[in-house]
């Protein structure tokens, strides 16, 4: 998913405009990362006939801005581009879960996929695992992945479930993730993905450390400007972090073993995770 910050330009600002127009009207209540959380999103979803799920699931993510890219910032994307930024989505997140996730995958695992959007990696990681608790905070996004990518061992469940997964999980995964959390909510998410996790169960985590072009959150905080203030109250965060602050954050939710490997090692993906880094650690 491409997702890197740009400098600010005034064909950025009035793109970035479109976007509020094209996203806030699917965001749930509570906090603004909730893309696709409206409470019509779901059951839009959920009651259509199920021949058009499909097709309807796939508008709704282009409702969010997280997996459906438009060259041309249309806010009526064409099916077309639809149908090719799926097959995008599937291939890409295919091939991280083979390059990056399978390795540590056992056939009686069962895996946590956090942030699990519309589920494409849960797909893939659930034909090498017993079984997936795919977890995400927007029920919308949850609904797309069940018709998008359902598969009878994945459970497709929302984060504020999760405390009912205490220890079970042997392996957990997020990608593309931990770079739209606050701080906060970041260390809040960690704590739930180790209460999910058995003891010296692993954690593959994507994250984005000493991004290059990218603001930590205390840049956007400190960026007191009108358009500054709208994009962090409305738009997609999107912070880069010190290692060290990283691994503060998962050594305070009670991982240990920590370390950053650099994702260009472990998998060649078209997509910029391939320019950021894996945190490891143990629960
Ligand atoms: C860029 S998408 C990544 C989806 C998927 N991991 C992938 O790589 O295809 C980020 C996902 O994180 C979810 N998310 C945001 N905040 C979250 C939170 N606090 N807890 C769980 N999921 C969250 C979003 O709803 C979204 O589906």
């Not at 205490?166 to 990608?175: C, K, T």
Request: glycine share 8%; with cysteine.
């Amino acid at each position: 998913m491409r997702m890197q910050c740009k400098a600010w330009s005034p064909s950025r600002v009035l793109k970035e405009l479109k976007s509020l127009l094209r996203y806030t009207p699917a965001m749930g209540w509570g906090t603004s990362q909730n893309f696709l959380g409206a409470w019509w999103a779901r059951l839009l979803i959920d009651r259509a006939p199920a021949i058009y799920r499909e097709g309807i699931a796939l508008r709704m993510l282009s409702l969010s801005p997280h997996y459906i890219f438009d060259k041309d910032g249309r806010v009526w994307v064409p099916g077309g581009v639809l149908q090719k930024e799926a097959q995008r989505n599937r291939v890409s997140r295919r091939q991280i879960v083979h390059d990056v996730i399978r390795p540590h995958i056992s056939p009686g695992d069962v895996v946590v996929d956090y942030g699990c959007g519309p589920g494409y990696m849960a797909v893939e990681a659930a034909l090498f695992a017993k079984c997936v608790i795919a977890c995400d905070v927007s029920e919308g996004a949850l609904a797309c992945a069940r018709v998008l990518n359902g598969a009878p061992n994945i459970r497709y469940v929302n984060v504020i479930r999760a405390s009912e997964y205490e220890g079970v999980a042997d392996l957990a995964y997020s990608f593309a993730v931990a770079q739209h959390l606050r701080d906060a909510v970041l260390s809040e998410a960690l704590r739930t993905v180790h209460h999910m996790l058995r003891p010296g169960g692993r954690l593959l985590m994507h994250v984005v450390i000493n991004g290059v072009g990218w603001k930590s959150e205390a840049d956007w905080l400190g960026d007191t400007s009108l358009r500054g203030r709208v994009k962090l109250r409305c738009g997609l965060d999107c912070f880069s972090r010190s290692p060290e602050r990283m691994l503060s954050l998962a050594e305070g939710a009670g991982f240990s073993h920590c370390r950053f490997l650099p994702l260009a090692g472990l998998t060649s993906v078209h997509d910029d995770v391939a320019h950021q880094h894996l945190l490891y650690c143990q629960a």
